[in-house]
């Protein structure tokens, strides 16, 4: 192919103005950075939801079976029902409430979650979690005192660590006195103190057991739901709804995408906005592609003409800027794609950007590289530098052999 092989000397001939040469320099680098900048910052993106997900689906299971009430009893018949899903890998009862929490140190509100110490942590990665102590002092207790397991952050704010004394109290019932009604207070030592390491959680979850949890509201035998696990996460919807049906009413399921919905949803438009915002630079770059091209054919008047009286066609006159152009657009996104593949292994193995992870909640940027991702940038890329090349290689097409020979 003739076009092909002009084009690939003009690209390797010396040009009398070493301006356009410049000018080509530039369109590689600045494909070349856009493509980078595209797939470190998707990368990372990619990386901090995946690292989100994980958090919440460690403080979470996978699907909540509950009723419309706040709590029902009979729930060993149920978790044996919600057992027989070949979907189901592990469950575990909870019982969930508010409450406060008193030290003499501080005061503050809490989400009380009763479980079962020995099947949650097939659930919830609350086992993992723990920094100081570990679940079975929930059941056991110390001297006779139920034990209750904080968040890191919510610890702080009572000024509480281990073996340290808490009063539960509960804002909604209490017990009738001759001077009225007197909120209903427990005590409770800290036998294990864990980080989620997001906020939301670490400051506002503290575990007991459900026994304990039981005693403490006056609910004997019941609980608020079912913690699943499944097989497929990304079905748990599907899964949930075949074991509503299989339960019956009233009974209802929740799966994670569905309590993390908005957080899910913000995170995907916030990484469409990212690529839409990174992609000018391409743009930009694929612009600057179209000027070199410009310049190019003014310099290549004369050869357009001879070709021209040689009996090229305009269509191959279009092919020979058309491949000049997407060669530079290709060879930028080339080495667009391995700078920044290089940088996002870099990224990950070797953790050189250091986060604050009091602020950050984690120690460097996470990274996960996602071929799929990387794919539509770089077909993206070579997509628009494409487009860049057909004004100048069409005005090159409707040059007149005649005219560009005259002042020649």
């Given at each position: 192919?003739?076009?092909?092989?002009?084009?690939?000397?003009?690209?390797?001939?010396?040009?009398?103005?070493?301006?356009?040469?410049?000018?080509?320099?530039?369109?590689?680098?600045?494909?070349?950075?856009?493509?980078?900048?595209?797939?470190?910052?998707?990368?990372?993106?990619?990386?901090?939801?995946?690292?989100?997900q994980?958090?919440?689906?460690?403080?979470?299971?996978?699907?909540?079976?509950?009723?419309?009430?706040?709590?029902?009893?009979?729930?060993?018949?149920?978790?044996?029902?919600?057992?027989?899903n070949?979907?189901?890998?592990a469950?575990?009862?909870?019982?969930?409430?508010?409450?406060?929490?008193?030290?003499?140190?501080?005061?503050?509100?809490?989400v009380?979650?009763?479980?079962?110490?020995a099947?949650?942590?097939?659930v919830?990665?609350i086992?993992?979690?723990?920094?100081?102590?570990?679940?079975?002092?929930?059941?056991?207790?110390?001297?006779?005192?139920?034990?209750?397991?904080?968040?890191?952050?919510?610890?702080?704010?009572?000024?509480?660590t281990?073996?340290?004394?808490?009063?539960?109290?509960?804002?909604t019932?209490?017990?009738?006195?001759?001077?009225?009604?007197?909120?209903?207070?427990?005590?409770?030592?800290?036998?294990?103190?864990?980080?989620?390491?997001?906020?939301?959680?670490?400051?506002?979850?503290?575990?007991?057991?459900?026994?304990?949890?039981?005693?403490?509201?006056?609910l004997?035998?019941?609980?608020?739901?079912?913690?699943v696990?499944?097989?497929?996460i990304?079905?748990?919807?599907?899964?949930?709804?075949?074991?509503?049906?299989?339960?019956?009413?009233?009974?209802?399921?929740?799966?994670?995408?569905?309590?993390?919905?908005?957080l899910?949803?913000?995170?995907?438009l916030e990484?469409?906005?990212?690529?839409?915002?990174?992609?000018?630079?391409?743009?930009?770059?694929?612009?600057?592609i179209?000027?070199?091209?410009i310049?190019?054919?003014?310099?290549?008047?004369?050869?357009?003409?001879?070709?021209?009286?040689?009996?090229?066609?305009?269509?191959?006159i279009?092919?020979?800027?058309?491949?000049?152009?997407?060669?530079?657009?290709?060879?930028?996104?080339?080495?667009?794609?391995?700078?920044g593949?290089?940088?996002?292994?870099?990224?990950?193995?070797?953790?050189?950007i250091?986060?604050?992870?009091?602020?950050?909640?984690?120690?460097?940027?996470?990274?996960?590289?996602?071929?799929?991702?990387?794919t539509?940038?770089?077909?993206?890329?070579?997509v628009?530098?494409?487009?860049?090349?057909?004004?100048?290689?069409?005005?090159?097409?409707?040059?007149?052999?005649?005219?560009?020979?005259?002042?020649?």
């Amino acid at each position: 192919m003739y076009e092909l092989l002009i084009s690939r000397r003009y690209l390797r001939a010396k040009r009398k103005q070493s301006f356009i040469s410049l000018i080509t320099v530039i369109s590689i680098g600045g494909v070349a950075i856009g493509v980078a900048a595209l797939i470190i910052v998707i990368s990372v993106m990619t990386g901090f939801r995946d690292d989100l997900q994980g958090k919440i689906l460690g403080a979470h299971a996978h699907l909540v079976v509950k009723t419309q009430k706040p709590y029902f009893t009979s729930y060993p018949s149920v978790m044996e029902k919600i057992a027989m899903n070949k979907n189901v890998v592990a469950l575990s009862p909870f019982i969930e409430t508010q409450i406060m929490l008193s030290t003499e140190g501080g005061i503050s509100g809490a989400v009380l979650r009763g479980i079962d110490p020995a099947t949650a942590p097939g659930v919830i990665a609350i086992e993992k979690d723990l920094k100081i102590g570990n679940l079975n002092e929930l059941t056991d207790g110390r001297d006779g005192i139920p034990g209750i397991v904080l968040g890191k952050e919510l610890a702080k704010v009572l000024r509480v660590t281990y073996g340290d004394p808490v009063i539960m109290v509960s804002p909604t019932g209490g017990d009738i006195t001759p001077f009225g009604m007197t909120p209903r207070m427990k005590r409770f030592v800290v036998v294990g103190i864990f980080e989620a390491g997001m906020f939301e959680y670490d400051s506002s979850f503290a575990y007991v057991s459900i026994p304990a949890a039981q005693n403490f509201l006056d609910l004997p035998d019941v609980v608020s739901g079912i913690d699943v696990k499944v097989t497929d996460i990304y079905r748990a919807k599907t899964i949930g709804d075949k074991i509503a049906e299989d339960l019956g009413a009233p009974f209802t399921t929740l799966d994670w995408m569905e309590m993390n919905k908005n957080l899910f949803a913000a995170l995907a438009l916030e990484k469409v906005a990212m690529f839409v915002i990174l992609v000018m630079i391409v743009f930009v770059a694929a612009f600057n592609i179209a000027s070199t091209l410009i310049m190019l054919v003014m310099e290549k008047a004369k050869d357009i003409a001879i070709l021209k009286a040689m009996g090229s066609t305009n269509a191959g006159i279009m092919k020979i800027f058309m491949f000049e152009g997407t060669i530079i657009g290709a060879f930028g996104t080339a080495v667009g794609a391995a700078f920044g593949w290089g940088m996002c292994i870099l990224l990950k193995y070797y953790h050189f950007i250091r986060l604050d992870p009091n602020v950050y909640y984690i120690s460097a940027l996470p990274v996960k590289i996602v071929p799929s991702d990387i794919t539509v940038i770089i077909i993206s890329s070579l997509v628009l530098c494409a487009l860049a090349t057909l004004y100048p290689a069409w005005q090159a097409s409707r040059m007149d052999p005649a005219q560009a020979m005259r002042y020649e």
